[in-house]
T-cell receptor, first 114, second 114 residues
Framework: KAGVTQTPRYLIKTRGQQVTLSCSPI?????VSWYQQTPGQGLQFLFE???????NKGNFPGRFSGRQFSNSRSEMNVSTLELGDSALYLC?????????????FGPGTRLLVL | SQQGEEDPQALSIQEGENATMNCSYK?????LQWYRQNSGRGLVHLIL?????REKHSGRLRVTLDTSKKSSSLLITASRAADTASYFC??????????????FGKGTLLTVNP
């Protein structure tokens, strides 16, 4: 099976702009989670989608949003970008709903906000 | 914060030596997972240990879990230069129902010198 893919891999934006990142899960995986990784805060959970519904949400402002399509592909959007949004954004997918399952991570999208 | 802590933050050893990394967490868990990340790339799942397990092996990896102390350790035996990476523990908490998210520690940067 092909792995988790994320596009774009690298992105440079300026403050105030918005950005949309995409994640395509492993075929058959219906759960997609998003994480933000920064040197200061480490890896932090943003949200999880399953069957087009957001099931779980981390402690991020409303500028961070996401959605999932019927083919399980997911997008996350960050509006009114701030310098502190510069980070590696990772998505992770898994096949079912159980907590015993492994999450498979994509390579990430590195966002730089100038 | 529910975030766990890894110890040490950085570890430098010679090829062939063993590397031990520790992880402490704060809340009850369903399982604890260890991931590896090479230089700003995506995370790779290494091993999962359930809350009712005390020790687990996978190749050169050995993971222990002490739920009374809320701690886990990852041992890499006979390390290789290719093991150089950041290692993260992630706790899968019980957030109720089928929801599932990982809470990551800050990671241990392991450098294996040839």
């Amino acid at each position: 099976k092909a792995g988790v893919t994320q596009t774009p891999r690298y992105l440079i934006k300026t403050r105030g702009q918005q950005v949309t990142l995409s994640c395509s899960p492993i075929s058959g995986h219906r759960s997609v989670s998003w994480y933000q990784q920064t040197p200061g805060q480490g890896l932090q959970f943003l949200f999880e989608y399953f069957s087009e519904t957001q099931r779980n949400k981390g402690n991020f402002p409303g500028r961070f949003s996401g959605r999932q399509f019927s083919n399980s592909r997911s997008e996350m959007n960050v509006s009114t970008l701030e310098l502190g949004d510069s980070a590696l954004y990772l998505c992770a997918t898994k096949g079912g709903t159980g907590h015993q399952e492994t999450q498979y991570f994509g390579p990430g999208t590195r966002l730089l906000v100038l | 914060s529910q975030q766990g802590e890894e110890d040490p933050q950085a570890l430098s050893i010679q090829e062939g030596e063993n590397a031990t990394m520790n992880c402490s967490y704060k809340t009850s868990i369903n399982n604890l997972q260890w991931y590896r990340q090479n230089s700003g790339r995506g995370l790779v799942h290494l091993i999962l240990i359930r809350s009712n397990e005390r020790e687990k092996h996978s190749g050169r990896l050995r993971v222990t879990l002490d739920t009374s102390k809320k701690s886990s350790s990852l041992l890499i035996t006979a390390s290789r230069a290719a093991d150089t990476a950041s290692y993260f523990c992630a706790q899968a908490g019980n957030s109720g129902g089928s929801n599932y998210k990982l809470t990551f520690g800050k990671g241990t940067l392991l450098t294996v010198n040839p």
